[in-house]
């Protein structure tokens, strides 16, 4: 049985965590590790610790957005002829619901849009428990490629 992805070739969280996940850039500096990826959907983890926690000792709003924005560029950047076109975040939004102080959060991206010009994400982040503690849209342009 054979199914269907929105998402332009195959990929394994492995494969991102090697190939998109650089080393000196900021998603490895604060340990994001992309831990799922489905038919519509990827799935990015990162540590509530020291890298990622504002003065008063809660995840920083600001952590959550790099989480998002990480997640959902990923995601997008799959979603076109990669050889052709790229993407490029143009907005990012978030309402933050819950505060985390340790353990790992999750953010799953999911398309409400995958236009020829422009790509909609929605980015849940949930903590352990599966609580959910924040939640951002994402807007990417998509652009092609100079000859």
């Known amino acids: 049985m054979?199914?269907?992805?929105?998402?332009s070739i195959a990929i394994s969280p492995e494969e991102i965590n090697e190939t998109q996940i650089i080393d000196g850039q900021m998603a490895r500096h604060l340990g994001i590790e992309?831990?799922?990826v489905g038919p519509d959907y990827m799935t990015a983890k990162m540590p509530v610790d020291h890298r990622t926690i504002q003065r008063i000792g809660i995840l920083h709003g600001g952590a959550s957005?790099?989480?998002a924005?990480?997640?959902g560029s990923i995601a997008?950047?799959?979603c076109v002829d990669?050889?052709?076109?790229?993407i490029?975040?143009?907005?990012?939004?978030?309402?933050?619901?819950?505060p985390v102080r340790e353990?790992?959060?999750?953010?799953?991206a999911t398309p409400l849009h995958l236009g020829k010009s422009s790509q909609v994400w929605d980015i849940k982040i949930r903590n352990e428990e599966n609580k959910l503690v924040c939640v951002s849209r994402f807007t990417v342009a998509v652009l092609r490629k100079p000859d």
């Not at 490029?88 to 819950?98: D, L, S």
């Not at 353990?103 to 799953?108: C, I, N």
């Open 82 to 86: 990669r050889e052709r076109s790229y």
């Open 34 to 36: 992309m831990t799922e």
């Open 65 to 67: 957005l790099a989480l």
């Open 88 to 98: 490029v975040g143009q907005e990012i939004n978030a309402n933050h619901i819950r």
């Open 2 to 7: 054979q199914t269907s992805s929105i998402f």
């Open 69 to 71: 924005e990480t997640v």
């Open 76 to 78: 997008a950047s799959y």
């Open 103 to 108: 353990g790992f959060v999750y953010a799953t």
